[in-house]
Structure formats: structure tokens, C-alpha cells
């Protein structure tokens, strides 16, 4: 049973800018604080920023400046905005309702030099 779905992932030029959503039911979103996660190839998963249900953000040290992360209530649905982007940026993207421990599918995304 999918409980979180992506979109907005791609191919894009370094320096270009990407949005990611994941949307999810009223219920999951109301109580879950939201994040997003990127993983490298053969590494761990890692934090990229993270919205608690008040609206609070971090970031990692990596995206700050450039990554924003944001949850709309009305549309159930929470977005991470990608500006400046880099090549290192090329991975997965994982949303992921931290509450509940529910994950997304997943979404590519490729920056190219």
C-alpha cells in the first residue's frame, strides 16, 4: 500500500533548479513530520532536510542556501525546492513521513556538469 507518492524528479543542467514533491493522505500528513533523503551509491541513506508539523527546517551542511524544504496543509503535500544545483546532487531522493516511518518510491535525480 503506497502511503507516500513522488514526483518531480530529472535530468537538469549544474546550476539549474528542480522541485520534488510527495504527497500523502490528510491523516499521515496532519501527524507526521516530513523529510527528505538522498542516497549515494553504496552508502547509507542521508538526512537532506527535514519540517516538523509546526513548520520548523534543517538542513544538511551540503544544501543549505540552496535546497528548501516546505509542506502546503491545504494540499497535503510537502515539496523540496532544488536551486544551484550540483552534480553531487545526482542521487535518489527519498520523501519520507517521520512520525510514522513511511517512505516514498523514490525519485531520480541527475545533474549533469
Known amino acids: 500500500q503506497v502511503q507516500l507518492v513522488e514526483s518531480g524528479g530529472g535530468l537538469v543542467q549544474a546550476g539549474g533548479s528542480l522541485r520534488l514533491s510527495c504527497a500523502a493522505s490528510a491523516l499521515i500528513f496532519r501527524i507526521n513530520n516530513m523529510a527528505w533523503y538522498r542516497q549515494p551509491p553504496g552508502k547509507q541513506r542521508e538526512l537532506v532536510a527535514h519540517?516538523?508539523?509546526?513548520?520548523?527546517?534543517n538542513y544538511a551542511d551540503s544544501v543549505k542556501g540552496r535546497f528548501t524544504i516546505s509542506r502546503d496543509n491545504a494540499k497535503n503535500t510537502g515539496y523540496l525546492q532544488m536551486n544551484s544545483l550540483k552534480p553531487e546532487d545526482t542521487d535518489i531522493y527519498y520523501c519520507?513521513?517521520?512520525?510514522?516511518?513511511?517512505w516514498g518510491q523514490g525519485t531520480q535525480v541527475t545533474v549533469s556538469s
Open positions: 519540517i516538523t508539523t509546526s513548520g520548523s527546517t
Open positions: 519520507s513521513a517521520t512520525t510514522s516511518n513511511y
